[in-house]
């Protein structure tokens, strides 16, 4: 292919070694099997223990590998597509919305990137919905929905709720403003310790950062910040619906 | 905050110290300032140069440092966003769209994941242009677009065209076609030798890759695969205009 042609880039020894171990998982290994331990893996390809590690590491970006806590590092099963916006134009919760409600508490500290899109002051108090989202009975991504308690004034959730319930009824609230648009941002980050033990995964694990802004009586009404396991997931936005047209 | 009140996971060594460098990095240095180097590092911290490393690669997936071929660890600025579909409902090169074409090849071997797409047979032809984007001066994203030449019977760029002209002309033939609709997919990759040099990067930095299917005529006309920095970019989606009706 032409794109080949061009001046080669000197290839660190760990990318070698990335290709020759892509190679085995294909031709040696099935999906979900445990990989030998690191001494053992360096000795059979003769490298030291940090390449491969570097090359492990490597393999796990492109969701090749999984590490599972107190299981090892595993052969990773394809990555599944998960609908960013699969109800279009719609506030969280929305019929359609496949998140479930965990809790909700009101908080007068939320992170400063959130209060930027919020535009609240210091100590204003937001509504903070926890939310958590699964596919094929996997935990695929957790979410922290923030709403200014200005956004719904007058209104409170009844102590006596459950948890579950006191998040729907923050959602319930919502779905009483008009939307008026929202836009969406995807970012790289890495797992808090809270998100890591809800994903199943290690902290600082890479995930994908989706924050979505919902914009009602031209001003942010809620901001929700979603995290998705960036080993597992592909995000899918359907802009039309490419399948349907495929499959008419 | 309700969500820090939950049963505690053990925190590793790294992730402390990811906490104390990043507040060291927003009280001591300034962005673009060279970090010292990895042995000066550890002796500060009191930390072995593993945990050193990865403390710096989390600080790194997180958009905090920046690696830089010849240059070190650098401070980075606040990532930039990035529209991912400016110009909606539209084929790759219309007007608005800000990306450089760079070249078209003929090829008769694309990745199988493309080929799966495409629904091609092995050694079918396919048209696979090159384009680049740059914003603010830097390079965020490259991108191969394949066209299969079945989608565009009877044509072929002619021979006499330079690179950057072919990909031009092979944008404009599938401008011609009726575009049903587009889906698109985000995940996390690493960087492939050339996306690297292209990109400014090591091979193997962390990636988003984003591709997009175009459907015309019931079939899968082109597939783009872009691949975008993840430590400078936060990919925008922009369903509807919200900072617009926020400005409003």
Same mark, same amino acid.
């Given at each position: 292919m032409g794109t080949t042609q061009l001046e080669t880039v000197p290839e660190p020894k760990?990318?070698?070694l990335k290709t020759v171990l892509s190679d085995a998982l294909d031709s040696e290994f099935a999906?979900?099997?445990i990989l030998p331990n690191e001494r053992d893996l360096a000795a059979r390809f003769g490298v030291a223990r940090a390449t491969l590690r570097q090359a492990l590491e490597q393999l796990e970006l492109e969701g090749r590998l999984q590490r599972r806590r107190g299981v090892g590092t595993t052969v990773a099963p394809p990555r599944v597509g998960v609908a960013v916006d699969?109800?279009?134009h719609t506030w969280p919760g929305?019929?359609?919305?496949?998140w479930q409600p965990v809790d909700a508490v009101e908080s007068d500290a939320v992170p400063a990137a959130v209060a930027g899109l919020l535009a609240t002051a210091p100590g204003d108090p937001v509504h903070v919905v926890r939310r958590s989202r699964v596919t094929h009975g996997r935990p695929v991504a957790t979410e922290l929905?923030?709403?200014p308690a200005a956004a719904v004034p007058g209104w409170a959730p009844a102590a006596s709720l459950s948890a579950p319930a006191r998040a729907r &009824? $923050?959602?319930h609230e919502l779905q009483t403003l008009e939307l008026d648009g929202q836009d969406r941002t995807v970012e790289l980050g890495s797992a808090r310790a809270?998100?890591?033990r809800e994903l199943d995964r290690l902290p600082g694990a890479p995930v994908l950062v989706v924050t979505t802004r919902y914009v009602s009586g031209g001003r942010t009404a809620a901001v929700a910040v979603s995290t998705y396991r960036a080993d597992t997931c592909r995000l899918?936005?359907?802009?039309?619906? &490419? $399948?349907?047209?495929l499959a008419g």
């Open positions: 760990y990318w070698h999906v979900g099997e699969p109800v279009r929305a019929a359609g919305d496949d929905l923030y709403v &009824a $923050v959602l809270e998100d890591a899918t936005f359907g802009e039309s619906d &490419a $399948v349907a047209l």
